[in-house]
């Protein structure tokens, strides 16, 4: 496993670990759930720049239910819009599932919807100015319901 320096002390695989060609470095760890655990990524593409991107990754073997694994890419898929972040693509490695997403900075969702919440409440907005906070919100709660 290689060190990963911008995370607190965090130990990340390295790209060959996960399957991942010579181009692909992993930068952070970004969060882990019951599926596996999501990373930065960073691509360098032949034109000599780089892309960042996040990846869900999962361990193939018994243990990977692959139902919900599915299940998961259909609800990414289906989940169309501006505001959400965007399936790239679907690598398998001999070892593991990766779901590349669209990176999109800026720290978790869910503590902006909080504040912003809170917000909406002390100033009493109006219900068209209160929907596309309440809809980031819903599909933050959504997504973190579904399988």
């Not at 990963?4 to 991942?20: F, K, M, Q």
């Not at 691509?43 to 990846?55: H, P, T």
């Not at 018994?62 to 169309?80: E, H, K, M, T, Y």
């Not at 969702?109 to 100033?123: D, F």
């Amino acid at each position: 496993m290689g060190i990963c320096l911008s995370c607190e002390g965090g130990v990340v695989p390295r790209a060959s670990e996960l399957g991942l060609p010579r181009n692909f470095t992993v930068l952070k760890e970004l969060g882990a759930g019951g599926e596996g655990r999501t990373y930065l990524i960073r691509e360098r593409l032949e034109n000599g720049r780089s892309e960042l991107f996040a990846a869900k990754v999962a361990a193939r073997g018994p243990g990977l239910d692959v139902n919900c694994l599915l299940q998961g890419i259909r609800n990414q898929c289906a989940l169309s819009h501006v505001n959400i972040v965007r399936l790239l693509e679907v690598i398998l490695t001999h070892s593991h599932v990766i779901i590349k997403l669209e990176y999109a900075r800026g720290g978790e969702l869910s503590g902006g919807c909080s504040v912003q919440w809170r917000v909406l409440l002390v100033a009493r907005c109006t219900p068209a100015t209160a929907c596309p906070v309440l809809l980031l919100w819903l599909v933050w709660r959504v997504g973190h319901a579904l399988p």
